[in-house]
C-alpha cells in the first residue's frame, strides 16, 4: 500500500514559481508512475504531469508543458517526486493532488500515447492548494 504526502503549495503572484512535493512511503519501481493531478472549484480533476519512476520517462499535459517540470529522488523506503512550476497563471489555480501506482496494462498505454487521467492512477494523496493571483 503507497501512501503520499504532498506540501508546498502556497499563494503566489501571476509569474511567480512554486515547488511542490510529494512522499510516496511504501513505494517500489514496480508500481511504475507517479503524477500530479489539479482540480479548480467547479471542473474535473486534470493530469498535469506524470513520471514513470522505473525508467524516468516524463509526460506533461499541454497546458503546462514548458512551465513544469516533474522529477524524482529515490530512497530505500519511498520516492519522493516534486514538480516545479514556473511562470504561474491563475489558471493554474487548484488543489495539487498526487497520486500513484499505475498497474501494468495502463503504464503501457501511457507510455505509447502520453495520455493518462485519473482512472490510470490507484492511491492519492490529501491534495495541497496553489492560488495564482
Known amino acids: 500500500h503507497v501512501q503520499l504526502v504532498e506540501s508546498g503549495g502556497d499563494s503566489v503572484q501571476t509569474g511567480g514559481s512554486l515547488r511542490l512535493s510529494c512522499v510516496a512511503s511504501g513505494y517500489t519501481d514496480a508500481s511504475n508512475c507517479i503524477a500530479w493531478f489539479r482540480q479548480a472549484p467547479g471542473q474535473a480533476r486534470e493530469g498535469v504531469a506524470l513520471?514513470?519512476?522505473?525508467?524516468?520517462?516524463?509526460?506533461?499535459s499541454d497546458s503546462v508543458k514548458g512551465r513544469f517540470t516533474i522529477s524524482q529522488e529515490k530512497d530505500k523506503n519511498k520516492n519522493t517526486v516534486s514538480l516545479q512550476m514556473s511562470s504561474l497563471h491563475p489558471n493554474d489555480t487548484g488543489l495539487y493532488y498526487c497520486a500513484a501506482e499505475c498497474p501494468i496494462g495502463n503504464m503501457v498505454r501511457i507510455l505509447g500515447s502520453g495520455t493518462w487521467g485519473p482512472a490510470d492512477v490507484r492511491y492519492w494523496g490529501q491534495g495541497t492548494q496553489v492560488t495564482v493571483s
Open positions: 513520471i514513470y519512476t522505473g525508467g524516468g520517462s516524463t509526460f506533461y
